[in-house]
């Protein structure tokens, strides 16, 4: 039978709505989609994209039997997925959404970068409602955080990148969570996790095995 078999490439992605669009509190909602043959790894974990597709239903698995008149009755569990047809990347060169500005909104851009205190202004800017002489400083650092470095090429070809990561420790009731929350309010991808996501492998990759027995990975917050 395999000699007489045709074999396609197949891929299960999982479609999450935008961070930015998720209320507070909640968690995103997320559904299948199944892509075959020239669509395969056409687009990278963590990308935004427009998807078209056919909304179906799949049986997972069974739920168990239940004796009925002496005959036994099958139940399963069906989910539904969406059949891609078309998927596109909404930045084909970063796989990343592309964030437009007005030509106001870039007048105002250029008139800020004019000023001479632009880095204390932004630094006061951050979490307004938190206040202290010990805050300066944490200011400063998620400022930094938010607007990151320069990438640079070295001449011996190694490239170094301009992430800029902090770590903050401080003792209980320091407003170091409201921190965190407001740089997830204003940067452009962000997203918050604590608890079970925060740990080595939530923030990578998770080994999660589905309701139809099979092992995928699963992008964690920093994917």
Not at 91 to 96: A, Q
Not at 118 to 128: D, E, F, H, N
Not at 171 to 179: I, L, M, R
Request: charge should be neutral.
């Amino acid at each position: 039978l395999p000699d007489y078999s045709s074999y396609i490439d197949i891929q299960s992605l999982k479609l999450q709505e935008a961070p930015e669009a998720v209320p507070t509190g909640e968690m995103p909602r997320s559904i299948r989609l199944t892509v075959l043959r020239n669509l395969v790894d056409t687009v990278s974990p963590g990308a935004r994209v427009k998807v078209m597709g056919i909304w179906s239903v799949d049986k997972l698995a069974d739920a168990g039997k239940q004796e009925r008149s002496g005959s036994s009755v099958m139940h399963h569990v069906k989910a539904s997925y969406l059949y891609v047809v078309g998927i596109v990347a909404m930045d084909d060169d970063t796989n990343r959404a592309s964030t437009l500005f007005s030509p106001e909104e870039e007048q105002k851009f250029l008139e800020l970068s004019r000023q001479p205190d632009i880095y204390g202004k932004i630094a006061r800017s951050i979490a307004p409602a938190i206040s202290g002489d010990y805050t300066h400083d944490i200011k400063r650092a998620i400022t930094c955080l938010l607007f990151g470095g320069t990438r640079r090429l070295l001449p011996d070809g190694m490239k170094l990148r301009g992430d800029i990561n902090v770590l903050m420790l401080g003792d209980p009731s320091t407003a170091k969570s409201q921190f965190l929350k407001f740089v997830e309010k204003v940067a452009p991808i962000g997203v918050y996790t604590s608890g079970k996501g925060s740990s080595a492998a939530g923030l990578t990759a998770n080994v999660i095995k589905d309701a139809r027995g099979e092992f995928y990975l699963e992008g964690g917050a920093m994917v």
